[in-house]
């Protein structure tokens, strides 16, 4: 069924983008409404389903909770990158020139050339 409304909102979107009429715009709005209603009960009951599932798994078989959990908490840390503050700190020295902790408020910019030689 979602992916049935998700397909009429997609046809209602693309046919107001190619023909900028009130209909259309009226059509869009209403099928995008209904849409995101829908969505938003189908994730509650997601949330719901599934925070019941881990408070039986919980109360009935720890270790699996546990096991759930340790991976849940590895899948949320993959995202984790780790920046070197050098590459950092050359990535913002070429946006913006100099170190900021270096140049005093209302001097004018100098760059790195100006530097060398004073």
Not at 18 to 24: D, G, L, Q, S, V
Not at 72 to 95: A, G
Request: aromatic share 10%; charged share 35%; net charge positive.
């Amino acid at each position: 069924m979602n992916a049935t409304l998700r397909g009429e909102f997609k046809k209602a979107r693309n046919k107001f983008l190619h023909n900028r009429t009130h209909e259309n715009k009226i059509c869009y709005f209403e099928k995008k409404r209904i849409y995101n209603i829908i969505k938003r009960k189908l994730k509650t009951k997601h949330k719901r389903e599934e925070g019941l599932r881990i408070s039986k798994l919980a109360k009935n078989d720890p270790k699996s909770f546990w096991k759930n959990i340790k991976k849940t908490y590895k899948e949320n840390n993959s995202n984790i990158v780790d920046v070197d503050p050098n590459n950092l700190f050359n990535h913002f020295h070429t946006l913006y020139g100099l170190d900021p902790l270096h140049s005093t408020e209302g001097e004018p910019q100098r760059n790195e050339q100006e530097m060398i030689h004073s």
